[in-house]
Nanobody, 128 residues
Framework: QVQLVESGGGLVRPGGSLRLSCTAS????????VGWFRQAPGKEREGVSC?????????YFANSVKGRFTISRDDPKNTVYLQMSSLEPEDTAVYYC????????????????????WGKGTLVTVSS
């Protein structure tokens, strides 16, 4: 069964850190670029970061998270991580990962009819 699952969300104080995981089953995540998106209550989904597949070495970050978030792959674990530091209340959102054929920058643009896999999201709440 093809599945993508996010984990690692939770409640954290401003200035704190969290590491989100995006783990695939049923397919090889290394063959795909992986993007992270987030959606805060009442707001549109926005791109956070994207990392190219394991044949490349490109990553992208939204201006709002540059210098605070990093993205990495652990191919043997079929997992991509989003390390988030210096968290701010504005980072509060449901975070989703998606496996797609390539990154379209940090934002989402459709790639023809190529398959892509989305997780169901993990909630990050930054609050004191």
């Amino acid at each position: 069964q093809v599945q993508l699952v996010e984990s690692g969300g939770g409640l954290v104080r401003p200035g704190g850190s969290l590491r989100l995981s995006c783990t695939a089953s049923g397919f090889t995540l290394a063959d795909y670029a992986v993007g992270w998106f987030r959606q805060a209550p009442g707001k549109e989904r926005e791109g956070v970061s994207c990392i190219s597949d394991s044949d490349g070495s490109t990553d992208y970050f939204a201006n709002s998270v540059k210098g605070r978030f990093t993205i990495s792959r652990d191919d043997p674990k079929n997992t991509v991580y989003l390390q988030m530091s210096s968290l701010e209340p504005e980072d509060t959102a449901v975070y989703y990962c998606v496996a797609r054929h390539y990154c379209t920058g940090v934002n989402y643009y459709p790639i023809g009819d190529a398959e892509e896999y989305w997780g169901k999201g993990t909630l990050v709440t930054v609050s004191s």
